[in-house]
């Protein structure tokens, strides 16, 4: 079975932009979540999708917003992007029946300049 | 709330001697417990996790961890370290009765020829 796949792998944005990121789970998983990874903060849940539906949110400003498609494909958009949204942003997927195991995939990487 | 510690940012090795990654957690409610391993430039891979049953988990490359309630830790353990497993580990804990992950710091290990 493949795994899970992150689009693109690297990207430089300018303070102000906007950037989509999206994430292909693994084949029969519904629940896709997203997390931001930095130095300062670490590892940091922003939101989960099940069945198209957000499920639970982190604690993150509205500029980060998500969306699930029916295909399960999820994709995360920042708006008007910051120096301190550089991060490496994961996505990860489960079947989203309970805790189970997350899978996730290798991050897209995010230069805000 | 549920949190994590992993003590020690930083833990060196000498190649074959012991590995000891150290994590608390504190949950209010019977926590799933995971260790996930991150190689340069990667996502995260799960090591091993511990549900319910059986208190000392095995899980890949060598690696098992210990639940102790009593304790509220999860450490880490491999009984001879290989240069492979030079890499940032994360320890974690779900959400309550929700599946995102909250994560410790993590540690990175450097193993030393």
């Known amino acids: 079975k493949a795994g899970v796949t992150q689009t693109p792998r690297y990207l430089i944005k300018t303070r102000g932009q906007q950037v989509t990121l999206s994430c292909s789970p693994i084949?029969?998983?519904?629940?896709v979540s997203w997390y931001q990874q930095t130095p300062g903060q670490g590892l940091q849940f922003l939101f989960e999708?099940?069945?198209?539906?957000?499920?639970n949110k982190g604690n993150f400003p509205g500029r980060f917003s998500g969306r699930q498609f029916s295909n399960s494909r999820s994709e995360m958009n920042v708006s008007t992007l910051e120096l301190g949204d550089s991060a490496l942003y994961l996505c990860?997927?489960?079947?989203?029946?309970?805790?189970?195991?997350?899978?996730f995939g290798p991050g897209t990487r995010l230069l805000v300049l | 709330a549920q949190s994590v510690t992993q003590l020690g940012s930083h833990v060196s090795v000498s190649e074959g001697a012991l590995v000891l990654l150290r994590c608390n957690y504190s949950?209010?409610?019977?926590?799933?417990l995971f260790w996930y391993v991150q190689y340069p430039n990667q996502g995260l891979q799960l090591l091993l996790k511990y549900t319910t049953g059986a208190t000392l988990v095995k899980g890949i490359n060598g690696f098992e961890a210990e639940f102790k309630k009593s304790e509220t830790s999860f450490h880490l353990t491999k009984p001879s370290a290989h240069m492979s497993d030079a890499a940032e580990y994360f320890c974690?804990?779900?959400?309550?009765?929700?599946?995102?992950?909250?994560f410790g710091k993590g540690t990175k290990l450097s193993v030393k020829p």
């Open positions: 999708y099940f069945s198209e539906t957000q499920r």
């Open positions: 084949s029969g998983h519904r629940s």
């Open positions: 949950s209010s409610v019977p926590p799933y």
């Open positions: 990860a997927s489960t079947t989203g029946t309970g805790r189970e195991t997350q899978y």
């Open positions: 974690a804990v779900t959400r309550g009765s929700q599946g995102n992950l909250i």
